[in-house]
T-cell receptor, first 110, second 114 residues
Framework: AQSVTQLGSHVSVSEGALVLLRCNYS??????LFWYVQYPNQGLQLLLK??????LVKGINGFEAEFKKSETSFHLTKPSAHMSDAAEYFC????????FGAGTRLTVKP | DTAVSQTPKYLVTQMGNDKSIKCEQN?????MYWYKQDSKKFLKIMFS???????INETVPNRFSPKSPDKAHLNLHINSLELGDSAVYFC?????????????FGNGTRLTVT
């Protein structure tokens, strides 16, 4: 079965620093991959999705992710963190149903 | 306009009670879901419902039953509530299944069983 693994349950960066949230997938075929963000007391919102059209995917709020087949990775990045980016981030793979990673909590320090 | 709305937002009840959570989507989607998020933020699918076909996660106790009066609604009924049912329950919808269509989530219902 396809799955995703998020490395690091908690990532802390300073405001203005690079954000890197890691996600690896297990799949023998190119999967549909997604990143979602969850702000406190809210549901999940779609940040971006990979559909094989391009390996570098741009999402909302300045986030982007690069699909690397050789590394089976789909890491999420943002060049400069903002305080408002503090949230829980989920990588997900669509395999019949949407299957989520365990989540990474991003903390942004002033 | 809220795309996927759930009610209530908070639900506090005692063990053994029966409760329902309602979900409505106004996106015209044909597939709806219920997810459970535990205290460690782990998300687990409970049900998906598409064109009257119900797909149940086999690990979900049969005390949980989804009910869909029409394509825009998928309610969750829980019988004989247990302490371990305490969690945040999310309703979601998508256009189709397995076709790279993302999920649209409601804001969740925080269920506390005492």
């Amino acid at each position: 079965a396809q799955s995703v693994t998020q490395l690091g349950s908690h990532v802390s960066v300073s405001e203005g620093a690079l954000v890197l949230l890691r996600c690896n997938y297990s799949s023998s075929v190119p999967p549909y991959l997604f990143w979602y963000v969850q702000y406190p007391n809210q549901g999940l919102q779609l940040l971006l999705k990979y559909t094989s059209a391009a390996t570098l995917v741009k999402g909302i709020n300045g986030f982007e992710a690069e699909f690397k087949k050789s590394e089976t990775s789909f890491h999420l990045t943002k060049p400069s963190a903002h305080m408002s980016d503090a949230a829980e981030y989920f990588c997900a793979v669509l395999w019949g149903d949407m299957r989520f990673g365990a989540g990474t909590r991003l903390t942004v320090k002033p | 306009d809220t795309a996927v709305s759930q009610t209530p937002k908070y639900l506090v009840t005692q063990m053994g009670n029966d409760k329902s959570i309602k979900c409505e989507q106004n996106l015209g989607h044909d597939t709806m879901y219920w997810y459970k998020q535990d205290s460690k933020k782990f998300l687990k699918i409970m049900f998906s419902y598409n064109n009257k076909e119900l797909i149940i996660n086999e690990t979900v106790p049969n005390r949980f039953s989804p009910k869909s009066p029409d394509k825009a609604h998928l309610n969750l009924h829980i019988n004989s509530l247990e302490l371990g049912d305490s969690a945040v329950y999310f309703c979601a919808s998508s256009q189709g299944q397995g076709n790279n269509s993302p999920l649209h989530f409601g804001n969740g219902t925080r269920l506390t069983v005492t």
